[in-house]
């Protein structure tokens, strides 16, 4: 059973950083690329940024680019987003969520993704 296991969320003034981890188990991540989502209350779920197995390649959506940094530890199976420089507007539930069907590029949709995480709450007060 393959399982997405998020933890690192919490409360942190503006301006400060955080660091997110996900583990994941159940199976074999090699063709898999793993992603970072994002939820705030009343919005939909949107993409943050992923990366795949080898970490050869990473993809950033634009509001989070030169702050935010996603990382693989393969021997761990571990994913990291670090968050440097939040704002308030980062405020939200943060999935990871895992895809082995591409051959090409990043999918940056929910429906694209097989396997989620429960997700941690990170909020960023001003």
Known sequence: QVQMVESG???????????????ASGRTFTDYKIAWFRQSPGKERE?????????S??????SVKGRFTISINNAKNTVYLQMNSLKPEDTAVYYCAAEG???????IFVNEYHYW????????SS
């Open 9 to 23: 969320g919490g409360l942190v003034q503006a301006g400060g950083s955080l660091r997110l981890s996900c583990v």
């Open 117 to 124: 995480g429960q997700g941690t709450q990170v909020t960023v």
């Open 57 to 62: 390649r990473q993809l950033y959506t634009d």
């Open 47 to 55: 993409f943050v940024c992923a990366i795949n197995w080898s970490a």
């Open 101 to 107: 069907s591409r051959t090409i590029g990043f999918g």
